[in-house]
């Protein structure tokens, strides 16, 4: 399992630019919502993906089916997914050469994890990018 330390938080939430947030939901109650919400925000372009979503628009971004669909590179995978529903996400994610892959809190996959970092992918398990960005202090996108 990942052990990231608050530096590579940092480096990592300071130099991503575009996030896929997989699992993003139209309903403004749902935790994938309001974290990609706060992300945009903060400065960040995030595209939601979702297949029953797909072609719709949440917040303002059209919405894939998966990552495979997606029109261009992205800095970050954000997996808003029940963990036996991550493994195919990971594959696509390492297909794609995602650079970063991260894990929203309760999302834990282990052997996706460890599949993603022997790809060359940078993996954060368990956290919220929304709670470690004031925790951390970062400058985000619109601070920059």
Excluded at 88 to 94: G, L, T
Excluded at 99 to 112: E, R
Aim: glycine share 6%; proline share 9%.
């Amino acid at each position: 399992m990942p052990s990231n330390s608050p530096e590579q938080i940092r480096d990592i939430l300071e130099s991503v630019k575009t996030i896929a947030l997989v699992g993003a939901s139209e309903k403004t109650n749902r935790p994938s919502h309001e974290v990609m919400a706060y992300l945009q925000d903060q400065g960040y372009r995030v595209i939601p993906v979702n297949p029953r979503l797909a072609g719709q628009q949440v917040l303002g971004e059209t919405v894939y089916a998966d990552l495979a669909s997606l029109p261009g590179p992205v800095d970050m995978a954000e997996l808003f997914l029940a963990p036996e529903r991550t493994d195919a996400v990971i594959d696509q994610a390492i297909a794609r050469n995602i650079p970063m892959l991260w894990l929203q809190i309760g999302v834990i996959n282990g052997p996706g994890a460890e599949r993603a970092e022997a790809a060359g992918l940078q993996v954060v398990m368990d956290r919220c990018p929304k709670q470690e960005i004031p925790r951390l202090g970062l400058r985000t996108p619109a601070q920059a």
